[in-house]
Nanobody, 126 residues
Framework: QVQLVESGGDSVQAGGSLTLSCVGT????????MAWFRQGPGKEREGVAA????????YYSDSVKGRFTVAQDGAKKTVYLQMNGLKPEDTAMYYC???????????????????WGQGTQVTVSS
C-alpha cells in the first residue's frame, strides 16, 4: 500500500515562492507517475504538474508552466513542487498523487491516480 504525505504549504505574498514536498511512506516502485493536483474553493481538482518516474519526464498545466518545477530525489521516494512567482489564483489545497499510467496524455486526469495524500494548503495574498 502506497501512502503519501505532503508538507510545505503556507501563506505567502504574491510573487513569493514555496516548495511542497511529498514523501512516499512505502515503496513507489509499483507506480510510474507522481503528480501534484490542486483544488481551490468551489473548483474542480486540477492537475498542475506530473513526473514520469525514472525517465524524469515532466508535465505542466499551462497555468503554471514556467513558474512551477516538479522534481524527485534520487531515491525516488520524495517528489517536490517548487513554486515561484505565486499568484492569488494559485491559492488552493495541493495534493500529491501516485499511480500507474499507460497513457501519458492522462497525466492531469485525477481518476488515473490510485494513491493520494491528505493535502497541504497554499494561500497567496495580493
Amino acid at each position: 500500500q502506497v501512502q503519501l504525505v505532503e508538507s510545505g504549504g503556507d501563506s505567502v505574498q504574491a510573487g513569493g515562492s514555496l516548495t511542497l514536498s511529498c514523501v512516499g511512506t512505502a515503496s513507489l516502485y509499483r507506480t510510474n507517475f507522481m503528480a501534484w493536483f490542486r483544488q481551490g474553493p468551489g473548483k474542480e481538482r486540477e492537475g498542475v504538474a506530473a513526473l514520469l518516474l525514472g525517465a524524469r519526464t515532466t508535465y505542466y498545466s499551462d497555468s503554471v508552466k514556467g513558474r512551477f518545477t516538479v522534481a524527485q530525489d534520487g531515491a525516488k521516494k520524495t517528489v517536490y513542487l517548487q513554486m515561484n512567482g505565486l499568484k492569488p489564483e494559485d491559492t488552493a489545497m495541493y495534493y500529491c498523487a501516485a499511480g500507474t499510467l499507460y497513457d501519458t496524455a492522462m497525466w492531469a486526469n485525477k481518476h488515473a491516480y490510485s494513491y493520494w495524500g491528505q493535502g497541504t494548503q497554499v494561500t497567496v495574498s495580493s
